[in-house]
């Protein structure tokens, strides 16, 4: 298995370096960039150039595995994140093609309402944060059903009755664990709560949902030590970093030191207004969506032997400044 090891330390690049050495050396980084999301699918961050801060390299191995992926691993980074904060949907467990969208025709087709969201038109609808959301804003652009009530205050009730049953549906899938963790997703958490790291979930989802999530499929020992932040416990969602902000504050961390893992553009924008370190896994429906304000990005965590990074990667974001 060929390895190769890139090793970046001061001095530091900047927007008035002349040196032609650091020219060519942003240059070769971005151009490694560019290679890994074209031809691999996962590559370290892109448009910025990570510069340490201690005086010691910021060592980083890259290694090819037997799918052609690149994997980061920090082999000395000394800081470790106050926690970890992970997304549901599509970074836990790719729930949505396959998930959430059955459980939202199986809920229309039930109350009869003659709508049915097809794999593209819901990838569209999935930029739009909240089910319960999701669902008001179709209806308000395509016209609302016959069945639906007439008055905006008896249409919040009947979207709030259609996501509860959908959510039921939903819940049902996951305790049959007809769909699995995305790899790299248990090993992860592990070495997180291993090594003292808080670690939480975030999600738009509603929190039923959620938690079946972490409980079924991570398990009950797991579950247990993992906060959850879903729904409507905050006012305003993705892209409002109000969830991420929120779980700062309930886990007594400071933003700057917590590392999210997102898998979609709104979430990536939810944590970076937060403050914090964010880490894309490509799902299905986000392959192609901008994540150039990403400090990392991947197609998955992965497992060993075909690991993307690690508790130690994530922790390396946290000692880098990064310069355009």
């Keep these: 298995m060929a390895s190769t ?184 958490v592990d070495q997180a709560l291993g090594n003292g790291v808080k670690v939480a979930v975030c999600s738009t989802s509603n929190e039923k949902a959620v938690s079946a999530i972490v409980s079924f499929l991570l398990g009950p020992e797991r579950a247990e030590k993992i906060k959850i932040f879903a729904g409507d416990v905050v006012p305003r969602k993705k892209p409002d970093p109000a969830i991420y902000t929120l779980a700062a504050t309930t886990l007594s961390v400071d933003p700057s030191s917590c590392v999210v893992v997102e898998d979609s553009a709104i979430g990536l924008t939810a944590a970076k207004a937060a403050g914090m370190k964010c880490i894309v896994t490509k799902s299905g429906y986000t392959a192609e969506e901008d994540f150039l304000n990403a400090d990392a990005v991947f197609d998955c965590i992965g497992d060993p032997p075909e690991e993307r990074f690690d508790l130690a990667f994530c922790g390396s974001l946290l000692e880098k400044q990064y310069v355009s």
């Design 5 to 188: 090891t890139i090793s970046l330390s001061l001095p530091a690049f900047s927007s008035t370096t002349s040196s032609s050495s650091s020219s060519q050396t942003k240059a070769s980084i971005l151009n490694i960039k560019a290679s890994h999301e074209r031809k691999l699918g996962s590559s370290l961050v892109g448009r910025r150039v990570c510069v340490d801060r201690t005086k010691r390299a910021a060592t980083i191995s890259k290694r090819s595995t037997s799918g052609g992926a690149i994997t980061c691993l920090a082999a000395s980074s000394s800081v470790l994140p106050s926690a970890l904060l992970f997304d549901c949907d599509g970074v836990l467990v790719d729930t949505e093609k396959d998930g959430h969208r059955i459980s939202f025709n199986d809920t229309f087709n039930e109350k009869e309402l003659g709508v049915t969201w097809d794999v593209d038109l819901y990838g569209e609808l999935l930029k739009i944060g909240g089910g319960k959301e999701r669902m008001t804003a179709y209806f308000n652009k395509t016209g609302w059903p016959e069945k639906a009530p007439k008055s905006e205050e008896e249409r919040k009730e009947f979207i709030a009755s259609l996501h509860k049953r959908k959510t039921e549906l939903f819940m049902a899938l996951i305790e049959k664990k007809l769909l699995p963790l995305r790899p790299g997703v248990a090993k992860l």
